[in-house]
């Protein structure tokens, strides 16, 4: 027998967000993003939900945009941080993989490179968030010195935002437009936040991540429910001990939580090592059979304990740590995080089935 937590992922939930990102913004093309092992959810099986109907694959390994060629989807992919050495860009144009190119070193790369066939290449600016992409001031020269290389195919021009999900776009959007729309490139600037709330940003590409699993890329904004998302991932696992409390008795490591009258208290086989957040404090929400209750006291290693009390519910009850039911949102709230990090988490040796 193994330990009885799983998770079950849903490729109709997927293809159903993805179909959703569409419809929000038509007129546009829209990468899945499916870095990070799409998102924690698993990279095959998410891309075979979209088979038919993803417009392109966004991610961030050579490796994994290989495993989906492989796999015999012949879409646009593209790597979003680009090449790391010259063998990542030879395996890129041998396999018909695009490439974001944000930096002097990857552009020279390029320039001195031995490439099979030309290449499709997003020029990356920086407007605004710091982190990758040239000044855009850059533009032209990059531009020319792409196209003068020889080794370019389609170019297209992107940015990423920092607060898409808050204070907005515009400041970022005017600096990116003052310089890409000029050049008359294809543009590519909308993650599921800026996807959701501005119509004037989804340009030819969009690029949904969070929303295709789900998750709000804005919770205290809209809930995923509200957007008409539906969850992808469910975390579910049983009861396996149930422990009868008196007043005074305290649960778990550093006995955080003490009880101040009788309680029924279930333990969980769901754990930080199986991804559930080790920060996430007493009063958590979490579901047993199908009723809503709260985590107590501190998540262990490999369990952790819940509120039985007043519930139909002993040794082998059904949880759901998060998913149907319970939206992932709602958890990560309580744990002081958000979605896309509880999803990523998820530790290997949990088993994933498709639901
Ligand atoms: C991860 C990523 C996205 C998707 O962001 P979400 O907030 O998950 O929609 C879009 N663009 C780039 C460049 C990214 O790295």
Known sequence: ???????????????????????????????????????????LPCAEALRNVADGFAL????????????????????????????????????????????????????????????????????????????????????????????????SVMTHFACADGTGIDEQLARFNAVAEPAGLPRSVANSAALLRYPHAHFDWVRPGIMLYGGSPMPDLQTAADIGLRPVMTLASRIIGVQDLQAGDSVGYGALFTADRPMRVATVACGYADGYPRHAPTGTPILVNGQRTRTLGRVSMDMLACDLTGLNAGIGGSVTLWGEGLPADEVATAAGTVSYELFCALAGRVPVVNA
């Open 60 to 155: 961030l390994e050579i490796g994994e945009a290989m495993r989906l060629r492989s796999a015999g989807f012949s879409q646009p992919i593209m790597l979003l941080e680009g090449f790391f050495a010259e063998i990542d860009l030879q395996m890129a144009c041998a396999n018909r993989i695009g490439t974001a190119i944000h930096c002097e070193d990857q552009l020279r790369l390029l320039e001195l490179a031995e490439v099979e066939q030309p290449l499709d290449v997003a020029i990356k600016l920086n407007t605004g968030m710091n982190r990758l992409g040239f000044q855009p001031e850059r533009l032209p020269e990059v531009l020319a010195r792409l196209c003068a290389s020889g080794k370019t195919r389609q170019i």
């Open 1 to 43: 027998m193994t330990r009885p937590i799983l998770a079950r992922i849903d490729p109709a939930a997927f293809r159903h967000n993805y179909l959703l990102a569409k419809a929000r913004a038509p007129g546009a093309r829209a990468w899945a993003i499916v870095k990070a092992n799409a998102y924690g959810h698993g990279l």
